[in-house]
């Protein structure tokens, strides 16, 4: 189940300094129960770090552990591979498995799978190099916005005096000058000026484009023109008025554009999503099975697997940044697996993922636990959002059983769909409350055993009515 926290993890230990043990510590703030598999990321995360303190020679030949999670859905299949990439901060991609097809029918090459982890990597570097920038850069938009707001004169620099000459009067509308520009400075950054227009000079994105059809498919394998042809089209601009707020963040993204070097971002993104990339292959049961003859549904699930193989196995894949290798990218498979199971894959990719993991289906102790332990917990979020009506929320710990135990019981009688049943179960037990929110008088409203059963029983007996509403 997908739990988020606020903040983010910048004060969290180095990845040389997380032990296995570790690892799943952290792990655990977001992820109820599944020891197990946490256990398995731990060490194929500590694997990773370990080869890249081997020689080259030795740490090229060591490929890395790949994982296959088996086990239904909302059980935190997803959240642990997104968690653990966040530890981390490897780029991460989480991609449906039956969304790729064999070449010949319709849908996704699975080279774009990489192209995809190349995306998110400079996404992430670039982010990284902004926020090193982010100083200079609103030094440089502010000294640029000053200077649509007062222009200069002329003369910036204060005349040197040479022995013998008069003061022509230069020296002294400088000063002025330099006064009038720290007083507008002063009031810029206090928001006075905000609605204040200033005329900007901004480029002009609209320009031609194209995309090239190749063997890989015409996915992000789009050139811009003036890229290829930077002096046929030079850098036009276009002059538009905007309010102060509105020119001073465009400037800022501008003088980042500016001092951020973006062939240093390529390269770095590159070696990262080569080293630390993490793909997550959800609902790959869905792709498992032999192919029966007599065409079908199934004709392209075994192509499809031979299509993946090669990314597994380790390839170079282009990108329009460059070549990328998947040799060391650490690929997670998950799924449901109730129909097929992990031998039905064929042969060759099972050997690429050595290690299997079952997740096993969450007991109304964990649904308990999921509402109460997490940092963002479901309970907690609510208690928020009616706090800002003035309301407050609380729960009793019988209340917290009664949701867990309707939980688990709908799940069984219906589908089970783990965690994300505590979902539509707070959304129908809230709902009178989250709707009269504003109108109520009353302000201090307390959960109990008696207002879930009141609110839920009805539902949950009614096998029908559960199954659309619940």
């Not at 770090?49 to 490929?63: F, G, N, S, V």
């Not at 792709?287 to 007599?294: C, L, N």
């Not at 003035?390 to 019981?409: N, P, Q, V, W």
Request: aromatic share 4%.
């Amino acid at each position: 189940m997908v739990f988020y926290l606020p903040e983010n993890i910048e004060n969290a230990p180095s990845l040389d300094d997380l032990t296995p043990r570790q690892i799943v510590s952290e792990l655990d703030k977001y992820v109820v129960g599944q020891a197990n598999a946490k256990r398995s990321v731990a060490v194929a995360l500590r694997n990773r770090m370990r080869r890249q303190k081997l020689a080259p020679e030795l740490a090229d030949d060591i490929l890395p552990k790949n994982i296959i999670m088996i086990g239904p859905t909302g059980v935190g299949k997803t959240e642990i591979a997104r968690r653990l990439a966040r530890l981390t901060n490897s780029p991460f991609l989480k991609v449906e498995a039956s969304r790729f097809t064999e070449v010949g029918y319709v849908g996704r090459d699975v080279e774009s799978m990489i192209r995809d982890l190349a995306e998110v990597s400079i996404d992430m570097v670039r982010e990284e190099k902004v926020d090193e920038v982010a100083e200079k850069a609103e030094q440089n938009a502010e000294e640029r916005l000053l200077d649509l707001l007062l222009p200069p004169p002329p003369v910036m620099r204060k005349p040197e005096k040479v022995p013998g000459e008069t003061d022509d009067g230069r020296a002294a509308s400088y000063e002025q000058f330099k006064r009038t520009r720290e007083k507008l400075r002063a009031q810029l950054r206090e928001g006075k000026l905000d609605d204040r227009e200033v005329e900007v000079d901004m480029r002009d994105r609209s320009m031609p484009s194209f995309e090239v059809i190749s063997s890989q498919g015409v996915e992000e394998m789009d050139i811009n023109i003036k890229d290829i042809l930077p002096g046929l089209f030079g850098q036009r601009t276009k002059k538009r008025r905007l309010h102060v707020a509105e020119a001073m963040e465009y400037l800022i993204q501008e003088e980042e554009n500016r001092l951020i070097d973006m062939d240093q971002v390529t390269r770095t993104a590159v070696e990262r999503a080569e080293q630390s990339g993490i793909i997550f292959l959800d609902e790959i049961d869905k792709i498992a099975g032999r192919e029966r003859g007599g065409g079908g549904p199934d004709v392209s699930r075994e192509g499809v697997q031979r299509d993946i193989l090669p990314i597994v196995e380790g390839t170079a894949v282009n990108t329009r940044y460059g070549m990328v290798r998947t040799d060391h990218v650490l690929f997670i498979a998950a799924g449901a697996f109730h129909v097929s199971k992990p031998s039905d894959l064929i042969p060759e990719l099972q050997g690429r993922f050595p290690i299997r993991v079952e997740l096993h289906t969450l007991t109304t102790d964990d649904f308990i636990r999921i509402l109460k332990e997490p940092k963002s917990a479901l309970v907690k979020q609510y208690i928020a959002l009616l706090e800002t009506e003035g309301i407050k929320l609380t729960f009793s710990d019988e209340a917290l059983g009664e949701i867990a135990r309707f939980a688990a019981a709908v799940n069984e009688a219906t589908e089970n769909i783990g965690a994300r049943r505590l979902h539509t179960i707070m959304e129908k037990l809230l709902d009178e409350i989250s709707f009269e929110g504003p109108d109520l008088k009353k302000k201090v409203v307390r959960i109990d055993a008696v207002y879930v059963q009141k609110q839920l029983t009805d539902i949950v007996k009614n096998q029908d009515l559960s199954r659309y509403i619940l």
